[in-house]
Every structure is written in C-alpha cells, then in structure tokens.
T-cell receptor
Framework: DAKTTQPTSMDCAEGRAANLPCNHSTISGNEYVYWYRQIHSQGPQYIIHGLKNNETNEMASLIITEDRKSSTLILPHATLRDTAVYYCIVRVRLYSGSARQLTFGSGTQLTVLP | DTAVSQTPKYLVTQMGNDKSIKCEQNLGHDTMYWYKQDSKKFLKIMFSYNNKELIINETVPNRFSPKSPDKAHLNLHINSLELGDSAVYFC????????????????FGPGTRLTVL
C-alpha cells in the first residue's frame, strides 16, 4: 500500500468547514483513497472512499487531485462530535490476500472548537 | 442493533494467564479482522479471516490465535499473556462485493481494553 502523509493535528471552529489534507504521492493506478475516523474510546468508523473522481456522501466530501497524489476530506459543517483522529488510507480493493486489510498511519487529530 | 460487538469491554489479568476476547457481527459479512491499538494509538492489523483463508501479520506472536466457530464470530485467544500485550483490541468485518472481487468498507467493534499486570 502507498504511504500517506497527514498533518498531526488541526483545529476547526464549530459550524465551519473542516478541510483535512492527505498526501499520497506514490499512489498506484489501482489504489483507492479511504478515509476513516476514530472518536475517542471508540472503534474506527468508515467515512468515504474514492479512486479519482470527487465523492460526496452524507458525512463528507472527498476531493482527489487530478494527478491523484493528494486528497482532501471536507466536513462541510463541523460539529463538536466530529472531534476525532482522521485516517487517510490508500490501498487496493482486491479480495485476495493481505490487500483486504487496512494499514493505518498516525492520522490527523481534528479538534472542533466551540 | 449493534453491528459488530465485542466482549468483554475491559479485561484485566495477570501475566502468564490465558484469555479470550469474543467478537460477533450481525451484518452477514464474509470476512473478519482483529486489530491491535497500542498505547501510542497505532492501529495494526493482526489477522484477517474468512471461511477459506487466514492471513496472519508476521509480527503477531504465535501466542495469539483466532478461532472462528461460525461465519459470524471470530474470537481471539491469547496464551501466556505478557505485559506488552496490554492494548485495545478491535474486531472488524467487511463483505466482498459479489462478482467484483473487491472489498467494501470495514465495520469496527467498540474495542476491548486488555490490561496485563
């Protein structure tokens, strides 16, 4: 799996958009970008994933650059409950072997401030 | 309804003991996982398992063994517990996309905090 680089921590004001960057300059053509988050004392939670097109769901938007070397997770209206560690993970989606596993980095601690 | 559940939530035990952590998923998924999160908060895969294949992270000591009585359960057995085994253990599950050979997102349990004294 390609290595990812994320800032260690970020702050965001409640109600404002939170933009979390991720660099994955060695990403391969068949690798997807996944985002998970872990709220304190809970298990990780899937947020969104994408290959090359921008994606949006009820939780967030994912913007992937045209060269796919970086991406940004956008929480459009951050709330206090969005305070968590956010993990950007790059991997293939194949069924076989170790490709099915997730490799977590150190993530970004997002703190939403009142 | 809880999708992925683990028991116990907390486990405190002495060095040298043997213990088990149970995991159940009611999502009908075909693959389950165990992850370990150490004191520095790094999450590392330990095992992934479906009814055909067990993938073991090479760094996992053989004192750790997954046991799957059925498709909905993947229990973690740990023999001869050591101080360094203290961590939070997360179970997860996912489902292969039919006909596509790919995996969908993983659903995680709430974790089991293991403390070895």
């Amino acid at each position: 799996d390609a290595k990812t680089t994320q800032p260690t921590s970020m702050d965001c004001a409640e109600g404002r958009a939170a933009n979390l960057p991720c660099n994955h300059s060695t990403i391969s053509g068949n690798e997807y970008v996944y985002w998970y988050r872990q709220i304190h004392s809970q298990g990780p939670q899937y947020i969104i994933h994408g290959l090359k097109n921008n994606e949006t769901n009820e939780m967030a938007s994912l913007i992937i650059t045209e060269d796919r070397k970086s991406s940004t997770l956008i929480l459009p209206h951050a709330t206090l409950r969005d305070t968590a560690v956010y993990y950007c993970i790059v991997r293939v989606r194949l069924y076989s072997g170790s490709a099915r596993q997730l490799t977590f980095g150190s993530g970004t601690q997002l703190t939403v401030l009142p | 309804d809880t999708a992925v559940s683990q028991t116990p939530k907390y486990l405190v035990t002495q060095m040298g003991n043997d213990k088990s952590i149970k995991c159940e998923q009611n999502l009908g998924h075909d693959t389950m996982y165990w992850y370990k999160q150490d004191s520095k908060k790094f999450l590392k895969i330990m095992f992934s398992y479906n009814n055909k294949e067990l993938i073991i992270n090479e760094t996992v000591p053989n004192r750790f063994s997954p046991k799957s009585p059925d498709k909905a359960h993947l229990n973690l057995h740990i023999n001869s517990l050591e101080l360094g085994d203290s961590a939070v253990y997360f179970c997860a599950s996912s489902q292969r996309s039919a006909g596509q050979g790919t995996y969908n997102e993983q659903f995680f349990g709430p974790g089991t905090r293991l403390t070895v004294l």
